[in-house]
């Protein structure tokens, strides 16, 4: 079979290229003609066995972004065009997608070049988490996303919760989950002679409304109380300006300066060193609509702490692989933050039981599913 996955930009650190990546690199292996349009290749490593486009322009300029996501009807129209000639190129069977506007592309060319489209839906940011612009270009995403489903062949949707999200839209769909490197992500990753004196929660994700770092600073002020040594690392992408400069004010307004240390992102090889340096990975996210981190987290051996809300219980695992609060509830997130910090032996539990849980979202599993909801296309 000819799968062509079709992407902006195979940027490294960003969840969805990881899993294009990852995904065609399996389906490469197991004798499937698999290749990549992208308009930016981004500097990948790309395997020997994985074909990559990029659409061009005149005299071998690569095609803008810009043009895709413009409002311009002539742009699009070159971007088409342009993005047309590659799948002339390889003929694939199946195009898979990820999210607007490519799916657009997808379905407008596929009367064309007859291939069917799979769509994996990841989402959208809860628009009641943000105001004005931000809320209003959430609200629109969403439509725009639900619009372009209702024309594709297949819908994979990364947990249930965002399964029966489409659902509630008449939308079906069928259960495909982000996955996780599980020899990447893996425990006993340690820096070192660094000498762990202290505990450590540890958060990965981004700094904006929905992810709840908020949250996760008062329960943590709280743990403080109770365990004065207690220390917590960020790293977070700086999406929101506005988040980080709240995140900014409470921790310098808390007390917490000398305790809470807030980093930009980190990816590649340094990020299983950073769950593993954790003795519990927390999160205050109240919106999540598969929660990456979690699992990531969980292959490393990590705990986790977080709240029982939307998609987290179904990669967190109360009572086995961490422990999670009622929506909004910081009281019990901080005591289960203390629990898992002060009980030795609960933790080591969990992080053995943490392990054997994220192995069924290996990318093997992941690919495999998703081939058998192909292959009856």
């Known amino acids: 079979m000819k799968i062509n996955f079709l992407i902006n930009s195979l940027s490294e650190g960003k969840g969805i290229p990881n899993r294009v990546m990852s995904l065609a690199t399996l389906l490469a292996s197991s004798s499937h003609e698999i290749s990549i349009v992208t308009m930016d290749k981004a500097g990948r490593a790309i395997p020997p066995n994985v074909t990559v486009r990029e659409p061009k322009l005149f005299f071998a300029q690569k095609l803008p972004y810009k043009f895709v996501e413009s409002k311009s009807t002539l742009l699009n129209k070159i971007a088409s065009l342009s993005i047309g000639r590659e799948f002339r190129s390889v003929s694939p069977d199946v195009v898979l997608v990820d999210f607007t506007p490519m799916d657009i592309y997808a379905n407008s060319l ?42 594709v062949d297949l819908i994979t949707a990364v947990s249930e919760y965002t399964k029966a999200e489409l659902n509630a839209e008449g939308i079906e769909a069928e259960v495909v989950p982000n996955g996780v490197d599980v020899d990447f992500f893996s425990p006993g990753k340690n820096f070192g002679n660094l000498k762990k004196d202290k505990p450590v929660l540890v958060y990965v994700g981004r700094y904006t409304e929905h992810k709840g770092v908020l949250n996760l600073l008062k329960a943590f002020k709280m743990v403080k109380d109770e365990i004065k040594d207690a220390v917590l690392y960020m790293f977070a992408r700086h999406e929101s300006k506005k988040y980080v400069e709240q995140i900014k004010d409470y921790i310098a307004g808390s007390g917490l300066k000398d305790s809470v240390f807030m980093f930009r992102e980190v990816y590649g090889e340094i990020l299983p ?14 919106d999540e609509t598969f929660g990456m981190t979690f699992i990531e987290a969980a292959a490393c051996g990590t705990p986790c702490v977080g709240f029982a809300s939307k998609s987290i219980p179904e990669v967190v695992e109360h009572g086995k692989t961490g422990l999670l609060a009622k929506p909004g509830d910081i009281g019990t997130f901080a005591a289960n933050m ?12 969990y992080s ?26």
């Open 110 to 151: 596929k009367r064309k070049f007859g291939y069917k489209v799979v769509y994996t839906y990841h989402g959208i940011a809860d628009p009641m988490m943000y105001e004005g612009h931000e809320r209003q270009k959430r609200i629109d995403a969403r439509k725009k996303i639900f619009e372009q489903l209702r024309n």
């Open 273 to 286: 060193y950073i769950y593993c340096m954790g003795d519990i990975f927390v999160s205050g996210a109240l």
């Open 338 to 349: 203390v629990k898992l910090i002060t009980d030795t032996d609960l933790r080591n539990r």
């Open 352 to 377: 053995r039981d943490s392990v054997i849980f994220a192995r069924k979202y290996s990318w093997d599993n992941v690919a495999q599913s998703l081939l058998e909801k192909i292959n009856i296309l």
